[in-house]
């Protein structure tokens, strides 16, 4: 049985393949249409699942959509008629986009996919829960889903157990924590929908002392909020519910300035703003997960949604909670709902027992050792080619040692918005300068944003203060732990300004040659830790193909590239080299 | 020929902006009396008869603000539809 999993028509768009209960493929829109947060409907993604294992569109048996798009445009027109007049603005530049698309999805889905089965509609936060809670290892669960918002609902919680979820309770639009960190970010002067990753990063420059930070105090006026963790937001301050801007005039008298502009200064307020957003976000969180606690009595909680991408936090939640076990998937965000999706129709409503459980992430498309050298021949780039897996690991382990920045494009592209081992750019953490040469020659990116380490799971409690056992959101990079001080200067390149790291853990069993790899630099420099970035330009898309990840190579600082069994050194091939700063904009 | 084969790439160029445009202003104007004949309409008299479509109020006096939801497994029509 195959079960197609579709969500679209906001922001980052997926398609994902379930084979008889198994997640076989998964990729994002973006990847294939190079256009970052590709939000349309995502026909390249379900084409390479379909491809990926051999089928067509007859030999699905389901197709399912991440929400319920009635719904969402109830809430659309209730937020416009709550608003009149002063939402003719945001009425005349949504409305079109509604009757074109959001409403008419079953035309994509007969047209462009040729499909003509039965297509299943699941609630925007049920097939959040399910995407973690459904692949998750737990039999039993707490969940909470916290985003932006779905059709009506902005955050819930409930209990998952064996293939039943069930969600008790709601907090609806336009009370969201996943606005107010946009908001936020937008007041920054950073893009919503792509840059709160940024304002997380930024946080622990400002003051992270709620006693002392005065835009804390300023920001907990903005919301009420319950013992419970429940909250609802002074409206006043905002406009995302009529306008386009989302913080209003009063928010910004009440941080003292208006909006800051794009490329202009990040200043020590825009720091401690950041930073007071951040312990607001933590305070009201870790409420709701005691409360969820308290009222499911299951010692393991599983997150999706995508407040579930504060790493920061997350790396905080069993110390600050009864939690004892914590899940979450590699795509927390709306473009990992087509996972739920198609968990959901097999587990829930079919009824159909769980058998799968996500142990990695890599379920993009893979390029064969052929197909990397037909490539590599037919654009006439010169290259070497690796004997076998340990002259290509022993080398690659000598060039980082070296301090080269090396692409490392191997295997299946990951799942999600982190690269984990299959399209990274790796390079060496114990080189002090190595931070400021990524960011500004190879990423082209603000100064201030820190680098992830990845370190095999073995050998991470050695070098951070994790959990234990090391809890497997850490292998998506979804947890920032303490780096032992003894440590923080031996790796200055992966050490963020509080000290803390935001690590990947591998193990072998998910990726061996990624894993050798990191244990052979180990041997060179006594750490086993590598700077682990995305394998892309400063707002493009993770490279999918052989092509971007040589043409990503050529436009950057990349030194050489190890792509499949083959290694390309840029100085080797002049002709090709250009200058990607420019397009370098988020 | 080259200049031939540019004049008419540049002219449905312009035509397809064109095209874009009136439709932009088309759409503006259509939307427009739907949205202060349709909408404003409904707002004012829902305003008339005190009626909220969103909860913005907030309420210091009530212990939670957490809503039922109570959204499990259903019957699997109900997934056909798009409400």
């Known amino acids: 049985m195959y079960i197609l999993g579709i969500s679209c028509y906001y922001h980052d768009s997926s398609a994902a393949l379930l084979?008889?209960?198994?997640?076989?493929?998964?990729?994002?829109?973006?990847?294939?249409?190079?256009?970052?947060?590709?939000?349309?409907?995502?026909?390249?993604?379900?084409?390479?699942?379909?491809?990926?294992?051999?089928?067509?569109?007859?030999?699905?048996?389901?197709?399912?959509?991440?929400?319920?798009?009635?719904?969402?445009?109830?809430?659309?027109?209730?937020?416009?008629?709550?608003?009149?007049?002063?939402?003719?603005?945001?009425?005349?530049?949504?409305?079109?986009?509604?009757?074109?698309?959001?409403?008419?999805?079953?035309?994509?889905?007969?047209?462009?996919?040729?499909?003509?089965?039965?297509?299943?509609?699941?609630?925007?936060?049920?097939?959040?829960?399910?995407?973690?809670?459904?692949?998750?290892?737990?039999?039993?669960?707490?969940?909470?889903?916290?985003?932006?918002?779905?059709?009506w609902t902005t955050t819930t919680y409930g209990l998952g157990e064996d293939n039943n979820i069930e969600l008790m309770k709601e907090i609806k639009f336009p009370h969201s924590l996943g606005l107010l960190y946009s908001t936020i970010t937008a007041y920054l002067g950073f893009s919503v929908n792509n840059s709160e990753y940024k304002v997380m990063g930024l946080s622990p420059y400002g003051d992270m002392n709620p006693l002392t930070n005065k835009y804390y105090k300023k920001l907990q006026k903005v919301i009420d909020v319950k013992s419970d963790g429940s909250f609802k937001f002074d409206m006043s301050y905002f406009k995302f519910h009529y306008a386009d801007r989302m913080p209003s005039k009063k928010l910004c008298q009440l941080l003292g300035s208006p909006v800051r502009k794009g490329e202009s200064e990040v200043g020590q307020r825009h720091k401690?703003?950041?930073?007071?957003?951040?312990?607001?976000?933590?305070?009201?969180?870790?409420?709701?997960?005691?409360?969820?606690?308290?009222?499911?009595?299951?010692?393991?909680?599983?997150?999706?949604?995508?407040?579930?991408?504060?790493?920061?936090?997350?790396?905080?939640?069993?110390?600050?909670?009864?939690?004892?076990?914590?899940?979450?998937?590699?795509?927390?965000?709306?473009?990992?709902?087509?996972?739920?999706?198609?968990?959901?129709?097999?587990?829930?409503?079919?009824?159909?027992?769980?058998?799968?459980?996500?142990?990695?992430?890599?379920?993009?498309p893979g390029y064969s050792t052929e197909t990397v050298k037909k490539f590599l021949d037919k654009n006439k780039i010169k290259y070497s080619t690796f004997k076998n897996d340990k002259e290509l690991v022993d080398t690659t382990a000598k060039l980082l040692a070296e301090s080269n920045v090396i692409g490392w494009f191997q295997g299946k592209m990951e799942w999600g918005p982190r690269a984990l081992g299959s399209r990274s750019i790796l390079s060496n953490p114990c080189n002090p300068e190595m931070q400021e040469i990524l960011n500004l020659k190879v990423k082209h990116r603000e100064k201030f944003r820190p680098f992830a380490p990845v370190v095999c799971e073995d050998d991470a409690l050695k070098y951070f203060d994790c959990d234990k056992p090391v809890p497997e959101p850490t292998d998506y990079m979804l947890m920032v732990y303490p780096i032992f001080k003894e440590w923080r200067k031996k790796i200055p390149s992966v050490t963020h300004v509080d000290g803390s790291g935001r690590l990947q853990t591998i193990r072998r069993s998910q990726n061996k040659l990624y894993y050798d790899v990191i244990k052979k630099f180990g041997s060179h420099t006594s750490i086993p830790i590598l700077v682990n970035t995305s394998f892309n330009i400063r707002g493009e898309p993770i490279v999918c193909t052989p092509h971007d990840a040589y043409k990503c190579m050529m436009g950057t600082g990349i030194d050489y590239v190890v792509m499949s069994n083959f290694l390309i050194k840029r100085e080797d091939n002049q002709r090709d080299i250009w200058d990607s700063e420019k397009l370098a904009i988020d | 020929m080259r200049l031939v084969k540019d004049f008419f790439k540049g002219f449905f160029k312009g035509m397809k902006n064109f095209g874009t445009?009136?439709?932009?202003?088309?759409?503006?104007?259509?939307?427009?009396?739907?949205?202060?004949?349709?909408?404003?309409?409904?707002?004012?008299?829902?305003?008339?008869?005190?009626?909220?479509?969103?909860?913005?109020?907030?309420?210091?006096?009530?212990?939670?603000?957490?809503?039922?939801?109570?959204?499990?497994k259903k019957k699997i029509d109900d997934y056909y539809r798009t409400f």
């Open chain 1, 19 to 151: 084979k008889n209960g198994k997640i076989v493929a998964a990729a994002e829109e973006e990847r294939f249409t190079r256009k970052k947060h590709d939000n349309s409907f995502p026909i390249n993604a379900a084409k390479f699942c379909l491809k990926s294992q051999g089928i067509s569109i007859k030999d699905v048996d389901y197709v399912g959509f991440y929400e319920k798009p009635l719904l969402k445009f109830e809430r659309m027109l209730s937020q416009h008629m709550q608003s009149f007049p002063k939402s003719l603005k945001t009425f005349l530049s949504s409305m079109p986009s509604w009757m074109n698309e959001k409403l008419r999805i079953m035309s994509p889905i007969r047209k462009k996919l040729k499909y003509q089965g039965d297509v299943l509609f699941i609630e925007h936060h049920m097939a959040h829960a399910a995407s973690s809670f459904l692949v998750s290892p737990f039999k039993k669960a707490a969940i909470l889903t916290v985003d932006g918002v779905g059709e």
């Open chain 2, 21 to 72: 445009n009136i439709s932009m202003i088309v759409n503006s104007i259509l939307l427009s009396v739907v949205y202060f004949v349709g909408v404003g309409l409904t707002a004012i008299f829902a305003k008339l008869f005190r009626k909220k479509f969103l909860d913005l109020k907030l309420n210091k006096q009530v212990k939670t603000y957490w809503k039922d939801l109570n959204l499990k």
């Open chain 1, 272 to 364: 401690d703003i950041a930073a007071a957003l951040q312990m607001v976000l933590e305070s009201i969180m870790t409420k709701i997960l005691n409360h969820v606690h308290k009222v499911t009595n299951c010692e393991n909680i599983v997150l999706a949604g995508g407040v579930a991408l504060n790493s920061v936090y997350n790396g905080k939640i069993l110390k600050n909670t009864p939690f004892k076990k914590i899940w979450i998937q590699p795509n927390a965000t709306d473009g990992g709902t087509s996972i739920g999706v198609v968990s959901y129709i097999y587990n829930v409503i079919l009824g159909k027992k769980r058998t799968f459980v996500l142990k990695d992430a890599f379920l993009g």
